[in-house]
């Protein structure tokens, strides 16, 4: 994964489930929730003052990545 991106997995107490969070370098801008399940997983997308600017392809690397990391560590 692109070292511009950073997923950290994660339990927070407003989830059941555990999220996955996403940085670009240090500033959050989304967060993956499996509550509904993980084939129906949930983006919240959190803006910042200022527009943050990606390459696509470089941002769905990271998606699939903290989707991939939710689907390793969920609860069996």
């Known amino acids: 994964m692109n070292s ?10 407003d989830y059941e489930e555990l ?17 509904a399940g993980p084939e129906a997983i949930r983006m919240e997308i959190s803006p910042s003052n200022a527009p943050i600017k990606v390459e696509l392809a470089t941002f769905e690397e990271a998606l699939a990545h903290a989707k991939n990391r939710l689907w390793e560590l969920r609860k069996v």
């Open 19 to 35: 999220v996955a969070e996403i940085y670009v370098g240090d500033e959050f801008v989304a967060l993956l929730s499996q509550e």
């Open 4 to 13: 511009e991106f950073r997923v950290t997995v994660c339990s927070l107490p």
